[in-house]
């Protein structure tokens, strides 16, 4: 069993800033593609950061240059900086992962239960 805990969201005016981290535990041997999703309400879910096993990052053009994300193999965590924050921002962000478990053959994808980032002044 594989699980997924975001921390790091909650209220921030706009132009500030925030980090969100997510920390894998469990059943994990080797975590690759490593995700940031938002969700505003009543929208659909997003993809906004990935970052791969080899580091390769690709955003969202919405957060390019005002988000960065990045990954700490050792602690199984990744993290979503989050700069220059806007209203429209606001949202439920999940993050996700592709994952093999120790014993296993196959990569399973994974997501946490999400962290609310409200911006607003």
């Known amino acids: 069993q594989v699980q997924l805990m975001e921390s790091g969201g909650g209220l921030v005016q706009p132009g500030g800033s925030l980090r969100l981290s997510c920390v894998a535990s469990?059943?994990?041997?080797?975590?690759?593609?490593m995700r940031w999703y938002s969700q505003p309400t009543g929208k659909q879910r997003e993809l906004v950061a990935v970052?791969?096993?080899?580091?390769?990052?690709t955003y969202a053009d919405s957060v390019k240059g005002r988000f960065t994300i990045s990954r700490d193999n050792a602690k199984k965590t990744w993290y979503l900086q989050m700069s220059e924050l806007k209203p429209e921002d606001t949202a439920v962000y999940y993050c996700?992962?592709?994952?093999?478990?120790?014993?296993?053959?196959?990569?399973?994808?994974?997501w946490g239960q999400g962290t609310q980032v409200t911006v607003s002044s």
């Open positions: 996700g992962a592709e994952i093999l478990g120790h014993g296993m053959e196959t990569l399973y994808d994974y």
């Open positions: 469990g059943n994990v041997f080797v975590i690759n593609d």
């Open positions: 970052i791969t096993a080899n580091g390769v990052t």
